[in-house]
Protein backbone atom coordinates (compact mmCIF):
# COMPACT_ATOMS: atom_id res chain seq x y z
CA UNK A 1 0.00 0.00 0.00
CA UNK A 2 1.75 3.28 -1.20
CA UNK A 3 2.45 5.69 1.73
CA UNK A 4 -0.98 8.91 2.03
CA UNK A 5 0.55 11.61 0.49
CA UNK A 6 1.79 14.82 1.96
CA UNK A 7 0.60 18.27 0.75
CA UNK A 8 3.72 21.30 1.00
CA UNK A 9 3.95 22.23 4.48
CA UNK A 10 0.93 19.73 5.51
CA UNK A 11 0.10 17.49 8.23
CA UNK A 12 -1.17 13.86 8.61
CA UNK A 13 -4.41 13.50 9.92
CA UNK A 14 -5.63 10.02 10.50
CA UNK A 15 -4.40 8.88 7.19
CA UNK A 16 -6.06 12.34 5.26
CA UNK A 17 -3.96 15.49 4.99
CA UNK A 18 -5.01 18.80 5.84
CA UNK A 19 -2.95 22.31 5.01
CA UNK A 20 -1.35 24.00 7.59
CA UNK A 21 -2.65 27.36 6.02
CA UNK A 22 -5.86 28.36 4.33
CA UNK A 23 -6.91 27.35 1.13
CA UNK A 24 -7.34 30.51 -1.53
CA UNK A 25 -10.85 31.25 -1.97
CA UNK A 26 -12.69 33.46 -4.66
CA UNK A 27 -12.68 36.96 -3.90
CA UNK A 28 -16.13 37.54 -2.27
CA UNK A 29 -16.33 34.51 -0.30
CA UNK A 30 -16.68 35.48 3.39
CA UNK A 31 -14.85 33.24 6.27
CA UNK A 32 -17.18 32.37 7.51
CA UNK A 33 -18.25 29.63 9.71
CA UNK A 34 -20.44 27.28 6.92
CA UNK A 35 -18.78 29.35 4.40
CA UNK A 36 -15.19 28.25 4.35
CA UNK A 37 -14.74 24.47 4.85
CA UNK A 38 -14.00 23.59 8.60
CA UNK A 39 -10.66 21.43 7.09
CA UNK A 40 -9.24 25.14 5.98
CA UNK A 41 -10.00 26.47 9.33
CA UNK A 42 -9.07 24.23 11.79
CA UNK A 43 -6.05 21.43 12.25
CA UNK A 44 -8.13 17.94 12.34
CA UNK A 45 -10.68 16.24 10.42
CA UNK A 46 -14.25 16.49 11.19
CA UNK A 47 -16.23 13.84 12.52
CA UNK A 48 -18.62 12.41 10.42
CA UNK A 49 -22.11 12.82 11.38
CA UNK A 50 -24.16 9.38 12.52
CA UNK A 51 -26.49 8.23 10.45
CA UNK A 52 -26.94 5.82 7.85
CA UNK A 53 -25.14 6.08 4.10
CA UNK A 54 -24.48 3.98 0.79
CA UNK A 55 -20.96 3.43 -0.59
CA UNK A 56 -19.37 1.24 -3.12
CA UNK A 57 -18.54 -2.06 -2.13
CA UNK A 58 -15.09 -3.48 -2.14
CA UNK A 59 -16.16 -5.42 -5.75
CA UNK A 60 -18.30 -4.11 -8.31
CA UNK A 61 -21.71 -6.62 -7.78
CA UNK A 62 -22.44 -8.71 -10.58
CA UNK A 63 -25.86 -6.60 -11.61
CA UNK A 64 -26.85 -3.36 -10.11
CA UNK A 65 -30.14 -2.63 -10.85
CA UNK A 66 -32.13 0.82 -10.42
CA UNK A 67 -33.28 2.06 -7.36
CA UNK A 68 -36.85 2.12 -9.08
CA UNK A 69 -40.11 5.28 -9.52
CA UNK A 70 -39.47 7.69 -6.83
CA UNK A 71 -35.41 7.07 -6.36
CA UNK A 72 -36.99 5.97 -2.65
CA UNK A 73 -37.77 9.60 -1.42
CA UNK A 74 -33.97 10.61 -1.89
CA UNK A 75 -32.28 13.56 -3.60
CA UNK A 76 -28.82 14.65 -5.28
CA UNK A 77 -27.41 17.66 -6.40
CA UNK A 78 -24.72 17.58 -9.68
CA UNK A 79 -21.85 20.15 -9.89
CA UNK A 80 -20.67 20.37 -13.66
CA UNK A 81 -23.51 19.00 -15.27
CA UNK A 82 -22.82 20.92 -18.39
CA UNK A 83 -19.31 19.00 -18.76
CA UNK A 84 -19.04 15.98 -20.82
CA UNK A 85 -19.01 13.72 -17.80
CA UNK A 86 -21.98 16.05 -16.36
CA UNK A 87 -24.20 15.64 -18.83
CA UNK A 88 -24.22 11.88 -19.34
CA UNK A 89 -24.68 11.45 -15.96
CA UNK A 90 -27.95 14.18 -15.89
CA UNK A 91 -29.41 11.47 -18.26
CA UNK A 92 -28.36 8.12 -16.40
CA UNK A 93 -29.81 9.77 -13.26
CA UNK A 94 -33.01 10.53 -15.09
CA UNK A 95 -33.38 7.28 -17.03
CA UNK A 96 -32.64 4.88 -14.11
CA UNK A 97 -34.22 7.14 -11.64
CA UNK A 98 -32.25 6.91 -9.20
CA UNK A 99 -33.24 9.92 -7.15
CA UNK A 100 -36.79 11.29 -6.50
CA UNK A 101 -35.32 14.66 -6.77
CA UNK A 102 -32.27 15.72 -9.08
CA UNK A 103 -31.09 19.76 -8.60
CA UNK A 104 -27.96 21.16 -11.45
CA UNK A 105 -26.19 23.71 -9.20
CA UNK A 106 -24.62 25.91 -11.64
CA UNK A 107 -23.52 28.98 -13.16
CA UNK A 108 -26.26 29.53 -15.61
CA UNK A 109 -29.14 27.35 -16.12
CA UNK A 110 -28.94 24.98 -18.91
CA UNK A 111 -31.43 24.11 -22.50
CA UNK A 112 -32.49 20.27 -21.40
CA UNK A 113 -35.39 18.77 -23.39
CA UNK A 114 -38.96 19.13 -22.30
CA UNK A 115 -38.72 15.64 -20.29
CA UNK A 116 -35.30 16.37 -18.52
CA UNK A 117 -36.34 20.14 -17.62
CA UNK A 118 -39.70 18.87 -16.09
CA UNK A 119 -37.19 16.41 -14.49
CA UNK A 120 -35.12 18.84 -12.74
CA UNK A 121 -34.93 21.97 -10.56
CA UNK A 122 -31.46 24.20 -11.70
CA UNK A 123 -30.22 26.75 -9.58
CA UNK A 124 -27.85 29.44 -10.36
CA UNK A 125 -25.30 30.62 -8.05
CA UNK A 126 -22.32 32.84 -8.16
CA UNK A 127 -19.24 30.52 -7.47
CA UNK A 128 -17.37 33.61 -6.12
CA UNK A 129 -19.63 34.40 -3.36
CA UNK A 130 -21.12 30.44 -2.96
CA UNK A 131 -21.16 31.09 0.72
CA UNK A 132 -23.80 33.16 -0.48
CA UNK A 133 -25.94 29.81 -1.87
CA UNK A 134 -25.94 27.14 1.16
CA UNK A 135 -29.33 27.31 0.41
CA UNK A 136 -28.63 25.20 -2.74
CA UNK A 137 -26.84 22.05 -1.18
CA UNK A 138 -29.43 21.61 1.37
CA UNK A 139 -31.41 18.48 1.97
CA UNK A 140 -29.57 16.47 -0.82
CA UNK A 141 -28.20 12.77 0.48
CA UNK A 142 -25.73 12.91 -2.36
CA UNK A 143 -23.81 15.09 -3.99
CA UNK A 144 -21.90 14.55 -7.54
CA UNK A 145 -19.38 16.66 -8.75
CA UNK A 146 -18.17 16.88 -12.57
CA UNK A 147 -16.64 20.52 -12.10
CA UNK A 148 -13.63 21.87 -13.71
CA UNK A 149 -12.11 23.66 -16.54
CA UNK A 150 -8.62 23.54 -17.82
CA UNK A 151 -5.52 25.77 -17.44
CA UNK A 152 -5.72 26.93 -21.14
CA UNK A 153 -8.96 28.20 -21.21
CA UNK A 154 -9.31 29.62 -16.84
CA UNK A 155 -5.01 30.67 -17.17
CA UNK A 156 -3.21 29.03 -14.22
CA UNK A 157 -5.23 30.77 -11.32
CA UNK A 158 -8.78 30.32 -12.99
CA UNK A 159 -7.87 26.58 -13.04
CA UNK A 160 -7.22 26.24 -9.32
CA UNK A 161 -9.92 28.37 -7.98
CA UNK A 162 -12.25 26.28 -10.20
CA UNK A 163 -10.58 22.66 -9.57
CA UNK A 164 -9.87 23.26 -6.33
CA UNK A 165 -11.40 26.17 -4.24
CA UNK A 166 -15.06 25.71 -5.64
CA UNK A 167 -14.91 22.44 -5.45
CA UNK A 168 -13.84 22.01 -1.54
CA UNK A 169 -16.02 24.77 -0.46
CA UNK A 170 -19.17 23.20 -2.42
CA UNK A 171 -18.19 19.88 -0.46
CA UNK A 172 -18.45 21.62 3.04
CA UNK A 173 -21.76 23.41 2.18
CA UNK A 174 -23.18 19.63 0.93
CA UNK A 175 -21.84 18.10 4.17
CA UNK A 176 -23.58 21.09 6.70
CA UNK A 177 -26.89 21.06 4.42
CA UNK A 178 -27.02 16.96 5.09
CA UNK A 179 -25.03 15.20 2.16
CA UNK A 180 -24.03 11.76 3.33
CA UNK A 181 -22.21 10.67 -0.04
CA UNK A 182 -19.92 13.06 -2.12
CA UNK A 183 -19.25 11.68 -5.36
CA UNK A 184 -15.80 13.44 -7.11
CA UNK A 185 -15.13 13.11 -10.19
CA UNK A 186 -11.07 13.65 -10.34
CA UNK A 187 -8.26 12.17 -12.55
CA UNK A 188 -5.65 9.32 -12.99
CA UNK A 189 -2.28 10.52 -11.45
CA UNK A 190 -3.89 13.13 -8.97
CA UNK A 191 -1.36 13.49 -6.70
CA UNK A 192 -0.97 16.90 -4.52
CA UNK A 193 3.48 16.54 -4.80
CA UNK A 194 3.01 16.22 -8.58
CA UNK A 195 5.15 18.81 -10.33
CA UNK A 196 2.31 19.22 -12.62
CA UNK A 197 0.04 21.77 -12.17
CA UNK A 198 -3.34 19.28 -13.30
CA UNK A 199 -2.03 16.17 -10.88
CA UNK A 200 -1.48 18.58 -8.02
CA UNK A 201 -4.48 20.59 -7.85
CA UNK A 202 -6.62 17.16 -8.47
CA UNK A 203 -4.82 15.14 -5.80
CA UNK A 204 -4.99 18.40 -3.39
CA UNK A 205 -8.88 18.49 -3.99
CA UNK A 206 -9.25 14.97 -3.14
CA UNK A 207 -7.65 15.65 0.26
CA UNK A 208 -9.76 18.10 1.15
CA UNK A 209 -13.10 16.83 0.39
CA UNK A 210 -12.10 13.80 1.99
CA UNK A 211 -11.06 15.54 5.00
CA UNK A 212 -14.77 17.52 4.92
CA UNK A 213 -16.21 14.59 6.81
CA UNK A 214 -18.98 12.93 5.18
CA UNK A 215 -19.97 9.72 5.90
CA UNK A 216 -19.01 8.11 2.86
CA UNK A 217 -16.61 9.83 0.22
CA UNK A 218 -16.07 8.41 -3.37
CA UNK A 219 -13.34 9.59 -5.31
CA UNK A 220 -12.97 8.53 -9.20
CA UNK A 221 -9.72 8.74 -11.35
CA UNK A 222 -10.72 8.31 -14.58
CA UNK A 223 -7.42 8.04 -17.36
CA UNK A 224 -8.07 9.60 -20.62
CA UNK A 225 -12.11 10.24 -21.32
CA UNK A 226 -13.12 9.11 -24.70
CA UNK A 227 -16.08 11.57 -25.41
CA UNK A 228 -17.12 14.17 -28.26
CA UNK A 229 -16.51 17.38 -26.82
CA UNK A 230 -18.41 20.02 -27.73
CA UNK A 231 -15.54 22.67 -27.47
CA UNK A 232 -12.36 21.94 -29.58
CA UNK A 233 -9.28 20.56 -28.19
CA UNK A 234 -7.14 19.38 -31.29
CA UNK A 235 -4.53 17.81 -29.04
CA UNK A 236 -7.20 15.93 -26.76
CA UNK A 237 -8.83 14.55 -29.98
CA UNK A 238 -5.67 12.79 -31.81
CA UNK A 239 -5.06 11.63 -28.57
CA UNK A 240 -8.44 10.16 -27.76
CA UNK A 241 -7.97 8.87 -31.48
CA UNK A 242 -5.10 6.23 -30.61
CA UNK A 243 -6.06 5.81 -27.38
CA UNK A 244 -9.51 4.55 -28.62
CA UNK A 245 -7.54 2.14 -31.01
CA UNK A 246 -5.46 1.18 -28.18
CA UNK A 247 -8.33 -0.02 -25.83
CA UNK A 248 -9.60 -2.43 -28.00
CA UNK A 249 -6.38 -4.50 -27.18
CA UNK A 250 -5.82 -3.06 -23.72
CA UNK A 251 -9.27 -1.72 -22.97
CA UNK A 252 -9.12 -0.22 -19.06
CA UNK A 253 -5.42 0.75 -19.28
CA UNK A 254 -5.15 4.37 -20.41
CA UNK A 255 -8.90 5.42 -21.19
CA UNK A 256 -12.11 5.22 -20.39
CA UNK A 257 -15.27 6.02 -22.12
CA UNK A 258 -17.28 8.55 -20.60
CA UNK A 259 -20.23 6.94 -20.32
CA UNK A 260 -18.37 4.10 -17.85
CA UNK A 261 -17.68 7.00 -15.76
CA UNK A 262 -21.09 8.24 -15.76
CA UNK A 263 -22.28 4.82 -14.93
CA UNK A 264 -19.69 3.97 -11.84
CA UNK A 265 -20.71 6.79 -10.93
CA UNK A 266 -24.23 6.51 -10.00
CA UNK A 267 -23.51 2.67 -9.34
CA UNK A 268 -21.25 3.44 -6.54
CA UNK A 269 -24.00 4.96 -4.19
CA UNK A 270 -26.73 2.83 -5.17
CA UNK A 271 -24.66 -0.42 -4.26
CA UNK A 272 -24.63 -0.35 -0.36
CA UNK A 273 -20.86 -1.38 1.06
CA UNK A 274 -18.61 -0.81 3.82
CA UNK A 275 -15.82 2.32 4.03
CA UNK A 276 -15.82 5.96 4.54
CA UNK A 277 -13.28 6.80 1.77
CA UNK A 278 -13.07 4.81 -1.65
CA UNK A 279 -11.08 5.75 -4.59
CA UNK A 280 -11.70 4.26 -7.92
CA UNK A 281 -8.70 4.11 -10.50
CA UNK A 282 -9.42 3.91 -14.05
CA UNK A 283 -9.39 -0.34 -13.79
CA UNK A 284 -12.16 -0.41 -11.05
CA UNK A 285 -14.21 2.44 -13.18
CA UNK A 286 -14.18 -0.28 -15.69
CA UNK A 287 -15.52 -2.69 -13.94
CA UNK A 288 -18.11 -0.92 -12.01
CA UNK A 289 -19.43 0.74 -15.01
CA UNK A 290 -19.53 -2.81 -16.72
CA UNK A 291 -21.48 -3.93 -13.82
CA UNK A 292 -24.34 -1.57 -14.45
CA UNK A 293 -26.47 -3.34 -16.93
CA UNK A 294 -27.02 -0.33 -19.45
CA UNK A 295 -30.46 1.12 -20.02
CA UNK A 296 -32.69 -1.32 -22.09
CA UNK A 297 -30.68 -4.43 -21.49
Same mark, same amino acid.
Given at each position: MRPDPILPSGIRTNGIVVPRGPLMLPTGVAAQSRGVPACLLQSHVPQSRP &?? &???? &???PPAALRSSGAGGGGRSCFVLGASGETGRVLLRELLARRAFARVTLIGR @? @???LGEAAAAAVEQVVVDFERLGEHAAAFQGHDVGFCCLGTTRAKAGADGFVRVDRDYVAQAAELAWAGGCKH????SSRGANPQSRFLYLRVKGEVENLVQAVGFDHCTILRPAVLLCKRQESRPMEWIAQQFLGAVARLFPTAYSVPVEMVARAMVACVLQPGEGKVKVLENRAIHELGNAMPQQGT
Open positions: &GP &GNSP &GSR @R @RLSFVLQ
